[in-house]
């Protein structure tokens, strides 16, 4: 059992990196991004209803107006602003780069959560203060991501190369426009799935029923951008595949970004934890820069390598304080109960 949730985050990692690429790819070759997250989405509650159907059942909860809303606001947040902005940062940056931002929602949440004392750092404690040390890191890896790009590493393909030197002569100042705008969005979309986690945790507690919850929530999110699509599209071309790849692409996200990776997830939680499970980001990361670098052809710039060291660097101090807290307050419960054992037994 031990080495079995490795196994299963190493294979989430690979399962997302490998969407992540095809989203990107979709998008460049001109798939709408509204449409893309609406049969995503569709996909994702036709394939968790009947899950949540098999494994709750028996489970009689009823789901109240505050409940219900509650979960709309989940959907809002964690689904449709999320993806949205996610596609946005991921079309004007590249997938690695995108990646490197998706290391940020332990930091963003953790900061975000101390507000509402979800969080707490006592200074004074070595696991306080690495918790504050690696939000500043991360934060610091995320500003350099943003601003500097610096040169480039590796050599980009030919067809890349063309591409860029098409852009450097039209719109050389667009570019780089764009990409500021999308590490803005990726920030947004840090955010706003940083905000889910909040709100989720809300959600748990007064409805436990994870599956169900979870295909109200993809159907929300459905039908909120089916609306927002609605609204802002007005041409019915958007709607038309232009490719396989637009196809495989809204299959595969759905039932494995959306349905699969997340039960493999929550598996993995429920075995060794959210710091465990929460560990494995950045491999994500890795897997999208090796398909960037050898298979795509895209070139890796100075920015985004150190950018994302110090990022993951951060991530990885902050999740060793929060073990050590996590540990040092198991430690005392099981000192607290053995002094009432022993108070017990005076008496």
Request: aromatic share 12%.
């Amino acid at each position: 059992m031990g080495w079995k949730p490795v196994v299963v985050m190493v294979l989430v990692s690979l399962a997302f990196a490998v969407m992540n690429v095809m989203v990107k790819k979709a998008i460049d070759e001109g798939m709408n991004r509204l449409v893309l997250i609406i049969l995503r989405q569709l996909v994702a509650a036709l394939f968790m209803a009947p899950v949540a159907y098999v494994c709750e059942r028996k489970a009689i909860l009823k789901l109240t107006t505050e409940i219900f809303m509650y979960i709309f606001i989940s959907a809002l947040l964690g689904v449709s602003l999320t993806q949205y902005l996610f596609f946005i940062g991921l079309q004007y940056t590249s997938a690695t780069f995108a990646c490197a931002f998706l290391n940020m929602v332990p930091v963003t949440t953790f900061l975000m959560a101390l507000p509402f004392r979800l969080e707490r750092v006592d200074l004074k404690t070595k696991a306080g203060m690495m918790k504050i040390m690696g939000a500043t890191v991360c934060v610091a890896g995320a500003l350099l991501l943003t601003l500097y790009k610096g040169m480039a590493l590796s050599s980009p393909s030919h067809s890349f190369q063309s591409s860029q030197h098409k852009e450097a002569e039209s719109i050389n100042h667009t570019r780089t426009w764009k990409w500021i705008l999308g590490s803005f969005a990726l920030f947004g979309a840090c955010s706003s799935w940083s905000s889910w986690f909040l709100v989720q945790s809300k959600i748990l507690k007064i409805y436990p029923a994870l599956y169900t919850s979870t295909t109200v929530m993809f159907f929300q999110s459905f039908l909120q951008v089916s609306v927002l699509n609605l609204v802002t599209q007005r041409r019915a071309s958007v709607w038309a595949f232009s490719s396989k790849l637009e196809i495989a692409t809204v299959l595969y996200s759905g039932l494995m970004g959306s349905g699969i990776c997340l039960l493999a997830s929550s598996w993995c939680i429920k075995q060794k934890g959210p710091v465990f499970t929460a560990a494995f980001n950045p491999l994500t990361q890795f897997i999208v820069g090796a398909i960037d670098l050898y298979i795509l052809g895209e070139p890796l710039h100075l920015g985004s390598l150190l950018g994302s060291i110090l990022v993951i660097f951060g991530l990885y101090i902050l999740l060793w304080g929060k073990s050590k807290e996590a540990h040092g307050i198991e430690v005392k419960q099981i000192e607290g109960g053995r002094e009432s054992k022993e108070s017990i037994e005076a008496v």
